[in-house]
């Protein structure tokens, strides 16, 4: 039997284990990478861990979130992240670089490695024939430090794409919006989605990338294509032709599943509010009004992208009702798109050109009026996301978005012929890949082999990270929230322009939990901590989308003890276990039924369920009647939640 890609890569990157699916295994890896809110975290922790240096070949410190720096706060994150990776011996990629997962995939991605990064989005790397992963900071410091990577092997599916897109108006994004539809966001769940077909040959990495970013949004563990003559054509043009190796499945490679998508049937798809899932072909909701217009993001800010829209507005003027604003991936994205005149032409129709940053993306500036219809080509439209919980935010394809923006409502783009007479030919003809990027690295610094000496320098907002004390073996707390199906980190630790600033201060950033839902939790919490702690109550997949461990560590912080939930998302359920919060599943979903906010309830002989990794028996001492939760822990998970998690564990 023949081999897939990624256990090809797994086998190759083996430390521990086997590559059967369900197995622990540890993996080697090769670079690793973290952004600024999430990366101050992630350094602080491998400064607790007391190591020298990164181990790892490569690992890149970039700046691309917090970047409003409207008091100290943001300006002292840089000043330390860039102190740190000056002292530990990684890249630090400068604000006004670019965002995380475009400069990774034009400078650093190489097919065949295995790459982690302290963000949801790494799997962009997929589109260059790797495997990236999405993981927690004090994941990533531990590998930075030595540590092999431990997952349980995950499902390999297989999606066989055939035939050609409907080119220009209908792009990779629609692909991945289409995947969404019919999978949903908890569709990729505990699988890795493995693209293949005739029809892959017919989309280059940046398109590629685009897809593999968004398969963040069905909750898989990460997405790869081949690595084949596209990938060489990329690397070349980005000057890494070294870097390129062949890589694709053997023809008698085996699936757990497959998945068929013909490209020349996806139509212009369109997310609408208020989760990636919630797709339509977007000929269906035409007409309605559209006041503002964002293009860019981690999803769709290549050049190639970047050069359709500047080509639509050329000679175009966005109407008085509408914002347009556009956030180019890259500087490389950006510087290129300066030199040829492109900017100008966004400029001269009305865009407001934003920094190489996430921005609007994470409501880092931009968020839309009350009531307002915002368009985007970013991934995740989750409510109050943008910084406005009662604004509408639609997902679809940059070039569906920038033909809204010159028309001012929802229209499919390949009407847009009708109305503005371009013709798709000339569109096709602007977009065709470079041979040559400009390669200008001055905004990467690059470590120096003695750093001994470097001084790291911390801001006043910036504090340790706290850590739980061992688990207690007998848990007797209040059900503080009962919650619904797929509830986000942005839920539980909302971002954005005021929360954002606060990434490397748990006691202050705490005061944020759950704000959306329930302004009072925080209070709650603390009061439940003298009495013993709290408990939250999910439904599935609870702590879908971002990375981000705060969604943890600040629950830990509050004296959450324990999440009980139908089901949960990957990264969040490992963030849990690694600040030592116990995550369980019901075992009867009428258990879930039952239970109410305000219940309190008592888990005896913790320690021993842990070990033994039976299902706790719970009671709920006010509805008096008893529960039973699994942990569903493997060996590793075990060991970390009974030491309070994984800096405990590995300090130990
Ligand atoms: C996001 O898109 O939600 C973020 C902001 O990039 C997060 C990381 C974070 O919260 O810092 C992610 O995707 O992991
Ligand atoms: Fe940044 Fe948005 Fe991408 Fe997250 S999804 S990395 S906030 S651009």
């Not at 800010?301 to 003027?317: D, E």
């Not at 900017?343 to 500036?365: F, K, T, V, Y």
């Not at 359920?573 to 979903?589: D, Y």
């Amino acid at each position: 039997m023949g081999n897939n890609i990624v256990q090809k890569i797994f086998e190759s990157h083996k430390a521990s284990g086997d590559v059967k699916e369900g197995s622990l295994l540890g993996l080697k890896v090769d670079q690793v990478y973290t952004q600024d809110a999430t990366g101050t975290m992630a350094w602080l922790e491998f400064e607790a861990i007391g190591i020298e240096r990164v181990k790892v070949p490569l690992a890149v410190s970039y700046v691309d979130h917090n970047m409003l720096q409207s008091n100290f706060m943001n300006a002292d994150d840089h000043l330390f992240l860039q102190t740190a990776a000056a002292r530990f011996g990684a890249y630090f990629s400068k604000p006004g670089n670019g965002i995380c997962h475009q400069v990774h995939l034009e400078r650093f991605a190489t097919p065949g490695k295995i790459t982690l990064g302290t963000d949801s989005h790494t799997p962009t790397g997929g589109g260059m024939g790797m495997i990236a992963i999405g993981v927690g900071g004090l994941e990533a410091a531990t590998v930075m430090a030595g540590a092999a990577f431990e997952i349980n092997m995950p499902k390999v599916v297989l999606i066989r794409l055939t035939g050609k897109l409907q080119r220009p108006w209908v792009t990779a994004m629609d692909v991945i919006l289409t995947l969404l539809k019919m999978l949903s966001v908890k569709g990729g769940v505990g699988k890795i989605l493995e693209y293949s077909g005739e029809g892959v040959k017919y989309l280059n990495v940046t398109e590629r990338a685009t897809i593999t970013n968004m398969g963040a949004e069905l909750g898989a563990t990460t997405s790869i294509f081949p690595s084949d003559e596209n990938t060489l054509l990329y690397l070349k043009a980005q000057g890494r032709q070294r870097d390129w190796i062949k890589l694709q499945a053997d023809e008698d490679a085996e699936y757990s599943d497959i998945i068929e998508l013909d490209l020349s049937k996806v139509e212009p798809m369109i997310a609408q509010p208020h989760s990636p899932d919630n797709v339509v072909a977007i000929r269906e909701i035409i007409g309605k009004r559209v006041n503002q217009v964002c293009i860019g993001s981690c999803t769709n800010s290549s050049y190639q992208a970047m050069r359709a829209v500047a080509s639509i507005l050329r000679g175009n003027t966005i109407p008085e009702h509408v914002n347009l604003l556009i956030n180019p991936g890259s500087k490389q994205v950006y510087e290129m798109l300066s030199r040829e005149g492109l900017i100008a032409d966004m400029i001269a129709a009305g865009a407001r050109i934003l920094e190489a940053s996430c921005g609007p993306c994470i409501g880092m500036g931009g968020a839309p009026a009350t009531g307002h219809v915002s368009i985007r080509s970013y991934n995740r439209n989750f409510q109050g996301r943008s910084g406005t919980k009662d604004a509408f935010v639609y997902l679809t394809n940059p070039i569906a978005c920038v033909v809204m923006a010159v028309i001012g409502k929802i229209i499919d783009p390949r009407d847009f012929e009708e109305f503005k007479g371009l013709r798709a030919q000339e569109l096709l003809n602007e977009m065709k890949e470079p041979e040559k990027f400009l390669i200008n690295d001055n905004l990467i610094v690059t470590p120096k082999s003695d750093t001994k000496d470097v001084k790291i320098i911390k801001g006043p907002n910036i504090k340790e990270v706290p850590v739980k004390e061992p688990l207690m073996n007998e848990i007797e707390a209040d059900v503080l929230l009962k919650l619904g199906d797929n509830i986000t980190t942005d839920d539980i630790m909302p971002a954005g322009s005021k929360v954002l600033p606060f990434r490397s201060n748990i006691p202050a950033i705490s005061e944020f939990v759950f704000e959306n839902i329930d302004r009072t939790f925080s209070k709650r919490a603390i009061e439940a901590k003298q009495k013993g702690g709290s408990i939250i109550i999910g439904g599935e997949n609870y702590g879908q989308g971002s990375s981000r461990e705060h969604a943890a560590i600040a629950p830990m912080y509050l004296g959450v003890q324990a999440v009980v939930a139908k089901s949960f998302a990957r990264i969040h359920r490992a963030n849990l276990i690694n600040f030592g919060v116990l995550p369980l599943v019901f075992k009867s979903a009428l258990d879930y039924e039952k239970i109410q906010k305000g219940d309190r309830l008592l888990l005896r002989n913790v320690i021993e369920s842990v070990k033994s990794g039976q299902s706790f028996i719970i009671e709920n001492l006010t509805q008096e009647y008893i529960f039973e939760a699994v942990p569903s822990l493997n060996d590793r998970e075990r060991e970390l939640i009974l030491k309070g998690g994984l800096l405990p564990y590995t300090r130990s």
